[in-house]
């Protein structure tokens, strides 16, 4: 099945500063990569997707960049602000009959420092 | 947009019972997802819901344990069975192929 890992874990910057998270997956039939933010004690919030025909997507401040060959996918905050501390999720979405299944990374405690 | 009232928003159970968690969507989906985030941990899907058949269940997690309802489009319950104290997560639905999710069921199991 399909394994997703994120990188960093942790990651601490000061406020106006990028943050940048990345992670990889396995399976290569993937065609879908949405991220994640959720607060403390909140739903994960969908705030950025990516599918595999496309190599790059911005919103704002938020943009995400895809790899397939490398598969790879990272998550870039620029200007971070105090409420984008958060939790953040990326996920793959993996092929198959299985619709809609998706695999999470193990998270990156963001935390932006005023 | 997809708006899922889920319930009970937290519970405290004895060891041994059972809990069913609720999931209203106010449109009609054709799947359902069902998920335990673990307290620290990310998310892992326990079984999808398509309504009119059985539910498929990931490695790791049986129907026993985690029966599922969905007697139509717009609603879904997950049973967690025989709890024990290691059945303490944050249990989520979610539809649209994660576009969505429910505000979670936090679950701990003295």
């Known amino acids: 099945g399909e394994n997703v890992e994120q990188h960093p874990s942790t990651l601490s910057v000061q406020e106006g500063d990028s943050a940048v998270i990345k992670c990889t997956y396995s399976?290569?039939?993937?065609?879908?990569f949405p991220w994640y933010k959720q607060e403390l004690g909140k739903r994960p919030q969908l705030i950025i997707d990516?599918?595999?025909?496309?190599g790059e997507k911005k919103d704002q401040r938020i943009a995400v960049t895809l790899n397939k060959t490398a598969k790879h996918f990272s998550l870039h905050i620029t200007e971070t602000q105090p409420e984008d501390s958060a939790v953040y999720f990326c996920?793959?979405?993996?092929?198959?009959?299985?619709?809609?299944?998706?695999?999470f990374g193990q998270g990156t405690i963001l935390t932006v420092h005023p | 947009s997809a708006v899922i009232s889920q319930k009970p928003s937290r519970d405290i159970c004895q060891r041994g019972t059972s809990l069913t968690i609720q999931c209203q969507v106010d449109?009609?989906?054709?799947?359902m997802f069902w998920y335990r985030q673990q307290p620290g941990q990310s998310l892992t899907l326990i079984a999808t819901?398509?309504?009119?058949?059985?539910?498929?269940?990931e490695s790791g997690f049986v129907i026993d344990k985690f029966p599922i309802s969905r007697p139509n489009l717009t609603f879904s319950t997950l049973t967690v069975s025989n709890m024990s104290p290691e059945d303490s997560s944050i249990y989520l639905c979610?539809?649209?192929?994660?576009?969505?999710f429910g505000s979670g069921t936090r679950l701990t199991v003295v």
């Open positions: 979610s539809v649209e192929n994660g576009q969505y």
């Open positions: 399976d290569s039939a993937s065609n879908y």
């Open positions: 990516i599918r595999s025909n496309v």
């Open positions: 996920a793959a979405y993996a092929g198959g009959t299985s619709y809609g299944k998706l695999t």
């Open positions: 449109s009609q989906v054709t799947m």
């Open positions: 819901a398509n309504q009119g058949s059985e539910a498929t269940y």
